[in-house]
């Protein structure tokens, strides 16, 4: 699969567990983020990495951990998550430097906390 | 920082009409405004944009108007069909931190019937 690719497409966890979902882009592009998508606030941004270095952190609890080991690969790692953690969390890449930026998302994957 | 507020929350409309969905934004700033579009359990995909040295863009039935004066910009579907219906968001390119960054508004279910 080309563009943005996002695994695993569907998590179930506990809120015990420690889970962590991988983001990778085959387009070149030099910024990644992280949305959370639920039905009650559409495409809230969490994080945003330009050239790796982490530039937003929108105020997301620390029960969310990105890493970005490299501009093509984001990772969020998740723990002691809670049952309105559930949603469907986007990534999404784009070049940086013009600020005329189209971002490319992936798939997503449906996260579900029991 | 930027606020983009997206109106109607829902719309419904005859095959063969056209719908509107109007945006406004608050940082004066931003100059970049991409329309995404989202089909029911499918990522969010760019659909049309503008910039802001441009009053209005047109991709065969979609066009884009953008008022920066009054800081808003409309999305226009004309002659609409049923594969018309999903999501659509709009969002503003403003500048964030260290970085530039999307913020959406929260979305227009279109629904479009036969």
């Known amino acids: 699969e080309t563009g943005v690719t996002q695994t695993p497409r569907h998590l179930v966890m506990g809120m015990t567990n420690k889970k962590s979902l991988k983001c990778e882009q085959h387009l070149g592009h030099n910024a990644m983020y992280w949305y959370k998508q639920s039905a009650k606030k559409p495409l809230e941004l969490m994080f945003v990495?330009?050239?790796?270095?982490?530039?937003e952190n929108n105020s997301v609890p620390s029960r969310f951990s990105p890493e970005c080991p490299n501009s093509s690969h984001l990772f969020l790692h998740l723990h002691t998550l809670q049952p309105e953690d559930s949603a469907l969390y986007l990534c999404a890449s784009s070049q940086e430097g013009t600020g005329y930026n189209e971002q490319f998302f992936g798939p997503g994957t449906r996260l579900t906390v029991l | 920082g930027e606020n983009v507020e997206q109106h109607p929350s829902t719309l419904s409309v005859q095959e063969g009409d056209s719908a509107v969905i109007k945006c406004t934004y608050s940082?004066?700033?931003?100059?970049?405004f991409p329309w995404y579009k989202q089909e029911l359990g499918k990522r969010p995909q760019l659909i049309i944009d503008i910039r802001s040295n441009v009053g209005e863009k047109k991709d065969q039935r979609i066009a884009v108007t953008l008022n920066k004066t009054a800081k808003h910009f409309s999305l226009h579907i004309t002659e609409t069909q049923p594969e018309d219906s999903a999501v659509y968001f709009c969002a503003a390119m403003g500048y964030r931190n260290s970085g530039y960054a999307l913020n959406f508004g929260k979305g227009t279910s279109l629904l479009v019937t036969p």
């Open positions: 940082d004066s700033a931003s100059n970049y």
């Open positions: 990495y330009n050239f790796k270095e982490q530039t």
